[in-house]
């Protein structure tokens, strides 16, 4: 089974950097895939970023070129590093993390982005 938590949400100005953290625990070496989601208000779920055990990212294009993932695979941690902010990037962020087909999901970080 595995856990994860997010951490690292908050109130920037729109052109600011955060960067997110998901930091998963239990059977962490049988996670094959982390995803990064968020959901603004009224809006529906939506993908932002992944990253799989090999390493390759994958990135959506509205985000493309502001926002990177990454891993530290002796911390047990995924990072969204988010640079140039925009007000339209605030939502709540998820983490989701994917071990032997069953998805463990987050509480969610706030990220406020203000203009």
């Known amino acids: 089974q595995v856990h994860v938590v997010e951490s690292g949400g908050g109130l920037v100005q729109a052109g600011g950097s955060l960067r997110l953290s998901c930091a998963a625990s239990?059977?962490?070496?049988?996670?094959?895939?982390f995803r990064w989601y968020r959901q603004a208000p009224g809006n529906e779920r939506e993908f932002v970023a992944s990253?799989?055990?090999?390493?390759?990212?994958n990135v959506v294009d509205f985000v493309k070129g502001r926002f990177t993932i990454s891993r530290d695979n002796g911390k047990n941690t995924v990072y969204l590093q988010m640079n140039s902010l925009k007000p339209e990037d605030t939502a709540v962020y998820y983490c989701?993390?994917?071990?032997?087909?069953?998805?463990?999901w987050g509480q969610g970080t706030q990220v406020t982005v203000s203009a």
């Open positions: 989701n993390a994917v071990s032997r087909g069953l998805s463990a």
């Open positions: 990253i799989i055990s090999a390493g390759d990212t």
């Open positions: 239990g059977s962490t070496f049988s996670i094959n895939v």
